[in-house]
């Protein structure tokens, strides 16, 4: 798929706070792991982390909130509802969004350019968000 120039985005795993804690298939050398930050940026007590078990790099490659994420869903009657979700699938559902929103506005970038923009330590700005002279969200 990366050849294609498409994302292999996948959720880094909610097996924090161990070190050393990546899991298949985001640890695979062609993924990109995307952890979860809390409400104050910095890395969700519960994310992955440590480097990858496949090609020892560091886990997860990007960080995104997962931490009480509003989200659309049904109710148990069929109604749309929304409400907060936590976890390493939602942070990646939203990188996702961002490298899609990337994709449309600089197609010219090749893939690794778009997810270098959203790689930052955990608590930093994202280089893409540091560009545009905006500051660290302090709620997911």
């Given at each position: 798929?990366?050849?294609?120039?498409?994302?292999?985005?996948?959720?880094?795993?909610?097996?924090?706070?161990?070190?050393?804690?990546s899991v298949s298939?985001?640890?695979?050398?062609?993924?990109?792991?995307?952890?979860?930050?809390?409400?104050?940026?910095?890395?969700?007590?519960?994310?992955?982390?440590?480097?990858?078990?496949?090609?020892?790099?560091?886990?997860?490659?990007?960080?995104?909130?997962?931490?009480?994420?509003?989200?659309?869903?049904?109710?148990?009657?069929?109604?749309?509802?929304?409400?907060?979700?936590?976890?390493?699938?939602?942070?990646?559902?939203?990188?996702?969004?961002?490298?899609?929103?990337?994709?449309?506005?600089?197609?010219?970038?090749?893939?690794?350019?778009?997810?270098?923009?959203?790689?930052?330590?955990?608590?930093?700005?994202?280089?893409?968000?540091?560009?545009?002279?905006?500051?660290?969200?302090?709620?997911?």
């Amino acid at each position: 798929l990366r050849a294609a120039g498409m994302h292999v985005v996948f959720a880094a795993g909610n097996g924090g706070p161990m070190e050393n804690s990546s899991v298949s298939p985001a640890n695979n050398a062609g993924a990109f792991a995307v952890g979860a930050l809390d409400g104050q940026g910095q890395m969700a007590l519960f994310s992955s982390r440590g480097v990858s078990a496949c090609d020892a790099r560091p886990y997860p490659d990007a960080m995104a909130p997962g931490e009480l994420v509003r989200t659309a869903d049904l109710s148990p009657g069929g109604v749309p509802v929304t409400t907060m979700g936590t976890g390493t699938s939602y942070a990646a559902a939203v990188a996702s969004g961002e490298l899609a929103l990337l994709l449309q506005a600089r197609p010219e970038l090749q893939p690794t350019e778009r997810e270098a923009l959203l790689r930052a330590l955990p608590g930093e700005t994202k280089p893409l968000l540091r560009a545009l002279g905006v500051g660290a969200r302090s709620q997911p």
